[in-house]
């Protein structure tokens, strides 16, 4: 029979395996909120930030007598274990809990103290010697710390996003040099209309990405504001004199980036606008992302009976039941990745928005909303970038003989010949049933090669022009 060890809070007393690293508060979070079937464990960012935060806290706190030397000594070594992915099983609690983050304090609170014990030579449990309360969390409250572990793991994640971001806008870049001079039919409302340059539309979805990326690292600044010494409503009760600058200052050293004290810790505790704020960037992001995926399906529709103007590489067959089609399944994967973003934003603005008093209840829908959103976002951006944008093959005779072939062509030869004659010209083209540049041709209008030239000069704009 397993071995239990029996631990005892204000509700009464629960058994526990011996060895457990996890306490009582822990396995009473794990039984009351058994909601999105993960636990922390799946959160390995933020578990990190956690045990570095309250690292950093005991080494502060040790300097300021809060702590002993051995205490201090064997936190800062489970901290260093748990942030390197150690001792994930006993990381038992739903990170969606109903208790406004406490129970993923507490969580992480027991494992670092009963990791501790055991490196200090006790039992798990022995919280004589070192209290996860007392000990491990003087200083402390989980609205201080887990808002401060999330944007520091958010920060970590933004960098990650922006630079795929990045890195996705420097190949579209590549790509428009690539498809310079190649003519093709500018469209609006999904009708021809203008002639241009297939360069020029891809140099439009690099200038988005761009756009977006300097969107993402204005972040930055928010997301490294801490509230660190607020503890539970912003009047820093349980903390002392010097302990929130020294702290941060010891937090910003770690990290590597300069971080600042909220200057309001009650706004830093009562309002999640910041995330908010974020959550919204990374969803405008994805979705107009999603609608430079969604012209590459279009493009590329076909093979023989759509646009076919770009070709995208096959990555997979596209039908369990129509051999040899192959589908854009980046390109739409990255589109469906943008609506997944989009959803997880709108529980970051519920969650924000419904906040009651001096804090939010909701912290962990938005810490976990913005990790899904995050990661999904990345991934999605890299695989798309890597297997659809840089493949990315532009079918030149195609784009010429659709533009060549449609009434596209009309406004450049309105330059030439006036608004009437060319009118006349598309009626014509119109009535026979035939492509208007053979309507051109025949009657003598001009040549191919001078329409060509005319439609080159007509898809550049007029300052880029030679004088």
């Known amino acids: 029979m397993e071995q239990q060890r029996i631990e005892v809070d204000a509700l009464g007393e629960r058994r526990l395996p011996v060895d457990a690293l996890y306490g009582i508060h822990s396995l009473r979070g794990h039984d009351n909120f058994p909601y999105s079937g993960e636990t922390l464990a799946q959160y390995p960012a933020f578990v990190k930030w956690l045990a570095q935060t309250k690292m950093v806290i005991a080494q502060v706190n040790a300097q300021h007598g809060k702590l002993n030397a051995a205490q201090c000594e064997a936190v800062v070594m489970a901290c260093v274990e748990l942030a390197e992915g150690h001792h994930t099983a006993a990381l038992i609690v739903d990170p969606l809990e109903g208790s406004c983050g406490t129970s993923i304090n507490m969580n992480i609170n027991e494992v670092l103290t009963n990791r501790a014990l055991q490196l200090m030579g006790h039992q798990p449990g022995e919280y004589a010697f070192l209290h996860p309360l007392d000990h491990v969390n003087y200083a402390q409250s989980t609205s201080d710390v887990l808002l401060t572990a999330a944007k520091l793991a958010l920060l970590e994640e933004l960098d990650l ?4 971001v ?19 039919i500018g469209r609006t409302c999904l009708q021809d209309a203008l002639p241009m340059r297939l360069s020029q539309a891809v140099s439009g979805y690099a200038s988005l990405a761009q756009r977006m990326t300097a969107a993402l690292d204005a972040h930055v600044p928010a ?202 010209l598309v009626t014509k083209a119109v009535e026979s049933g035939g492509p208007l540049i053979e309507i051109v041709e025949t009657e003598g209008v001009m040549s191919r090669e001078h329409l060509l030239g005319l439609l080159h000069r007509s898809s550049q704009h007029p300052d880029t022009l030679p004088s």
């Open 223 to 424: 997301l490294s504001t801490t509230a660190l010494g607020a503890t539970a409503v912003g009047t820093g009760l349980g903390t002392y004199r010097g302990y929130r600058q020294t702290v941060t200052s010891a937090l910003a050293d770690l990290v590597g980036r300069p971080l600042t004290p909220a200057e309001d810790l009650f706004d830093s505790a009562q309002n999640m606008d910041e995330f908010a704020a974020l959550s919204s960037t990374v969803k405008t992001t994805m979705l107009a992302l999603a609608k430079v995926a969604n012209d590459l399906v279009l493009l590329s529709s076909g093979p023989q009976d759509g646009i076919g103007e770009v070709r995208l590489a096959a990555r997979q067959a596209g039908s369990s039941m129509m051999p040899g089609k192959v589908n854009p399944v980046h390109a739409m994967g990255l589109t469906q990745s943008a609506y997944f973003v989009a959803g997880a934003d709108q529980s970051v603005m519920l969650a924000a928005a419904h906040g009651q008093l001096e804090t939010n209840n909701y912290m962990p829908l938005i810490a976990v909303s913005l990790f899904k959103a995050f990661g999904t976002a990345r991934r999605s951006i890299a695989m798309f970038d890597e297997h659809c944008v840089r493949p990315m093959i532009a079918e030149r005779e195609v784009n010429e003989r659709n533009l060549l072939t449609s009434t596209a062509i009309a406004p450049a030869l309105k330059e030439a010949l006036g608004y009437e004659r060319t009118a006349a």
């Open 161 to 164: 996003l922006s630079a795929a």
């Open 166 to 184: 990045g890195h996705l806008a420097a190949s579209l870049r590549e790509k428009a040099r690539e498809f310079e001079g190649i003519l093709r």
